[in-house]
């Protein structure tokens, strides 16, 4: 296998802007195009230079880059200016040149915005050529002498361990992308069901005594299953329950209008009510729930 210090594609992939424009002026040769770059303000900068303008031509030139930089997926950059003009004499300083007066230096310039890779799929890419590069055994081709086989023994000593750390660095990162994709799946059903949840087996308590006859003398209801908090507690529990199993915006729909109507009931109970200062927290509480369930529909097929 190549060591990855001679690998140019990798280095490119790594970010390097020396090896994108080696790869840039490889596959620009038959166009007579050279290409310089520089990465400033978060931004490669890419200077085309060809001896006629009809070689410079925008629209193919700019689409080549953009393929070829998006085939190499470039670490870290996303953002990509590409200037052209005719060729001139080498400038270290050509950037600099060009930004003091653009017009008179510049055939045109085009910014460009690269499609970000899978991050995802890329993580298993890097994981896999990990792995395999620390399976294979790393032994000198040839032992010239003693002195340097103790050389390349102490060198082919240190690379693994360096292998080993970085495969631990990928395995750490391929575990956090699924992590977080895993929570952002599941984001809305846990902003649904908070504090439901955790009540869920004091309210089915609360639901059993219930049915015990009771009656408050400034109580409007004729018997304790007509109590409004009761009530919209058991609806809010079975909206709940439904949050965790939809999957159409039809679903949705039912559990958002389950929500507004444990709001409404919820929104009724009187001020002598033993409840009623947590029936105001739980009637605002239920609305977000309801408008969270509508926002969810609309992302959700019918």
């Known amino acids: 296998m190549v060591d990855r210090i001679n690998d140019i594609a990798w280095q490119a992939h790594q ?5 994108i424009i080696q790869l840039l002026n490889e596959k620009l040769a038959q166009s007579c195009v050279r290409t310089r770059a520089i990465f400033s303000d978060g931004v490669l900068q890419i200077l085309c230079e060809a001896a006629k303008v009809e070689q410079l ?18 670490r870290h950059i996303r953002r990509v200016k590409i200037n052209s003009r005719i060729v001139r ?7 600099k040149e060009i930004d003091s007066d653009r017009e008179n230096q510049l055939l045109w310039s085009q910014e460009i915005t690269l499609i970000q890779p899978n991050i995802v799929k890329q993580l298993i ?3 896999t050529e990990a792995q395999a590069e620390l399976g294979k055994p790393n032994y000198p081709k040839t032992q010239v002498s003693r002195p340097l086989v103790l ?3 102490e060198k082919y000593q240190n690379k693994p361990k360096t292998k080993i750390l970085a495969a631990a660095g990928l395995c750490s990162l391929l575990l956090l992308s699924w992590v977080v994709y895993a929570q952002l799946g599941n984001k ?13 087996t004091t309210e089915n308590t609360n639901d059993r005594k219930a049915q015990t006859p009771s009656r408050s003398p400034n109580n409007s209801f004729s018997e ?22 939809a999957t159409t915006s039809t679903q949705w729909l039912e559990i958002a209008a389950k929500w507004q109507r444990a709001s409404d009931l919820m929104s009724t109970v009187p001020q002598t009510h033993s409840r009623y200062q947590e029936a105001k927290i739980r009637t605002q509480l ?15 097929k019918s």
Do not use: C, H, M
């Open 89 to 95: 004499e080498q400038q270290l300083l050509w950037l």
């Open 224 to 245: 304790p299953s007509d109590d409004p908090f009761q009530v919209s507690v058991r609806i809010a529990n079975q909206a709940s329950a439904s949050g965790k199993t």
């Open 151 to 153: 050389i390349n023994k």
């Open 15 to 19: 970010g390097s802007v020396a090896a």
């Open 57 to 74: 031509e925008q629209s193919p030139l700019v689409e080549q880059i953009q393929q070829i930089l998006e085939s190499i997926a470039p």
């Open 286 to 300: 239920y609305k977000k729930y309801s408008e969270a369930a509508q926002k969810e529909s609309g992302k959700s």
């Open 188 to 200: 809305l059903k846990n902003l649904i069901q908070p504090e439901t949840s955790k009540s869920l």
């Open 125 to 127: 890419k890097d994981f």
